[in-house]
């Protein structure tokens, strides 16, 4: 799986909109971007993922460059429930690698 | 839709000793997959268990062991404990037909004294 870069820390006021970029220079074809996040002390949660397109949920939005070789996770209005660290994680669907591979993320505080 | 449960949520053993960990997946999830966090560090990944049989295993000495059952819960069964196996064990899983998104159970934190 191909190895991701994030920003140790970012801060975000809350209501306004939180926009957390990833690099993966080496992603291959077939690997897709994925993005979960984990509030202290809790399990991961599934935020959001793509291939190629734009991709949008209840959740954040995923804007992935042409070029695949970085994307970046926008939550619209921040609140403060949002603090967390936020992971990108890349990967293939195919052979046994059904593993995630963890970096050590963005921490995103969200503040008043 | 009920998520993934484990239990119990906090274990307290000492070293030596054996611990086990429980995993029961959403409902209709087939694949099992085990994580460990320890304190300060990502999360690593231990094991994949589908169908009952292990798919796929980490970094991790063989006293780190698990089954699936016919149900497609899971146990993590850690042996031989050492202080450093003191961490959060995180389960996940999904379906084998659509590997891409796991979702995770709230962990067991497990205390080696």
């Known amino acids: 799986d191909a190895k991701t870069t994030q920003p140790p820390s970012m801060d975000c006021a809350e209501g306004r909109a939180a926009n957390l970029p990833c690099n993966h220079s080496?992603?291959?074809?077939?690997?897709?971007v994925y993005w979960y996040r984990q509030i202290h002390s809790q399990g991961p949660q599934y935020i959001i993922h793509?291939?190629?397109n734009n991709e949008t949920n209840e959740m954040a939005s995923l804007i992935i460059t042409e070029d695949r070789k970085s994307s970046t996770l926008i939550l619209p209005h921040a609140t403060l429930r949002d603090t967390a660290v936020y992971y990108c994680?890349?990967?293939?669907?195919?052979?046994?690698?059904?593993?995630?591979?963890f970096g050590t993320g963005t921490r995103l505080q969200v503040t008043l | 839709e009920a998520g993934v449960t484990q239990s119990p949520t906090h274990l307290i053993k000492t070293r030596g000793q054996q611990a086990t960990l429980r995993c029961s997946p959403i409902?209709?999830?087939?694949?099992v997959y085990w994580y460990q966090q320890a304190l300060g560090l990502g999360l690593q990944f231990l094991l994949w268990?589908?169908?009952?049989?292990?798919?796929n295993r980490g970094n991790f000495p063989p006293r780190f062991s698990g089954r699936q059952f016919p149900n497609y819960s899971s146990e993590l069964n850690v042996n031989a404990l050492e202080l450093e196996d003191s961490a959060l064990y995180l389960c996940?899983?999904?379906?084998?037909?659509?590997?891409?998104?796991?979702?995770f159970g709230p962990g067991t934190r497990l205390l080696v004294l």
């Open positions: 268990y589908d169908e009952g049989e292990e798919r």
């Open positions: 409902s209709g999830h087939t694949s």
């Open positions: 793509g291939l190629k």
């Open positions: 080496t992603i291959s074809g077939n690997e897709y």
């Open positions: 996940a899983s999904s379906f084998l037909e659509n590997q891409e998104t796991q979702y």
């Open positions: 994680i890349v990967r293939s669907h195919t052979g046994t690698a059904s593993k995630l591979t």
